[in-house]
């Protein structure tokens, strides 16, 4: 069933920020976004035969805003980064619908989960990994609409939605992570240096 990933995991982030996350200015924003993007998903901009999902608008200005708080030679570094995350995802999409053979060797959710790996190693804030794959999956999906159905199209369906949720939550997953793999060696250095005091 399409969109129930993106659901599970919008509910679940938006769980996680409100109820398990500190007291921090990025919690209301997270849990916002959340609450957002699951009321705006049902709904759709028509602009004649193109139908645009809410909250594919939504997650694409959210993603230009954490780009542009970056500088000029960041941003073009960034730009760059986005572009790979583009053309890797029209590739795929092309090569599946003309070769869908591939899809008995190679699982699509494995190509998204090595589509983040790729995003972790060229870009290290937290924020601009989320911006960077928001903002390329978004373009990606624009063009391959206009390419492939011209006519009538609808961008940010469901299917959308879905690989743009799991690699959000791979990307929110791998943060939260190496947050509390950190808090964790913190603590115990700090009770191991307490006992070496003792």
Same mark, same amino acid.
């Given at each position: 069933?399409? @969109?129930?990933?993106?659901? !599970?995991?919008?509910?679940?982030? !938006? $769980?996680?920020?409100?109820?398990?996350?500190?007291?921090?200015?990025?919690?209301?924003?997270?849990?916002?976004?959340?609450?957002?993007?699951?009321?705006?998903? =049902?709904?759709?901009?028509?602009?004649?035969?193109?139908?645009?999902?809410?909250?594919? $608008?939504?997650?694409?200005?959210?993603?230009?805003?954490?780009?542009?708080?970056?500088?000029?030679?960041?941003?073009?570094?960034?730009?760059?980064?986005?572009?790979?995350?583009?053309?890797?995802?029209?590739?795929?999409?092309?090569?599946?619908?003309?070769?869908?053979?591939?899809?008995?060797?190679? =699982?699509?959710?494995?190509?998204?989960?090595?589509?983040?790996?790729?995003?972790?190693?060229?870009?290290?804030?937290?924020?601009?990994?989320?911006?960077?794959? $928001?903002? @390329?999956?978004?373009?990606?999906? !624009?063009?391959?609409?206009?390419?492939?159905?011209?006519?009538?199209?609808?961008?940010?369906?469901?299917?959308?939605?879905?690989?743009?949720?799991?690699?959000?939550?791979?990307?929110?997953? !791998?943060? #939260? #992570?190496?947050?509390?793999?950190?808090?964790?060696?913190?603590?115990?250095?700090?009770?191991?240096?307490?006992?070496?005091?003792?």
């Amino acid at each position: 069933m399409e @969109g129930i990933v993106f659901y !599970w995991v919008m509910w679940g982030l !938006w $769980i996680a920020t409100t109820f398990i996350m500190g007291y921090r200015p990025l919690r209301f924003w997270a849990s916002f976004t959340c609450l957002i993007a699951i009321i705006l998903s =049902n709904s759709f901009l028509h602009i004649e035969m193109i139908k645009i999902n809410d909250t594919y $608008i939504f997650f694409f200005v959210v993603g230009l805003g954490l780009l542009g708080r970056s500088s000029f030679l960041k941003l073009s570094y960034y730009f760059v980064v986005h572009l790979i995350v583009m053309m890797l995802y029209i590739i795929y999409t092309i090569y599946t619908m003309y070769e869908p053979a591939i899809l008995l060797m190679i =699982n699509q959710w494995l190509f998204f989960i090595a589509m983040f790996f790729v995003v972790q190693l060229l870009v290290k804030p937290f924020g601009i990994r989320l911006a960077v794959i $928001i903002v @390329g999956l978004c373009q990606a999906e !624009w063009v391959e609409s206009l390419l492939l159905y011209p006519k009538d199209f609808v961008i940010g369906d469901y299917q959308f939605l879905d690989k743009l949720a799991f690699l959000i939550f791979m990307t929110a997953g !791998w943060y #939260a #992570a190496l947050r509390m793999s950190y808090l964790l060696h913190h603590a115990l250095s700090r009770s191991s240096i307490r006992k070496f005091e003792r």
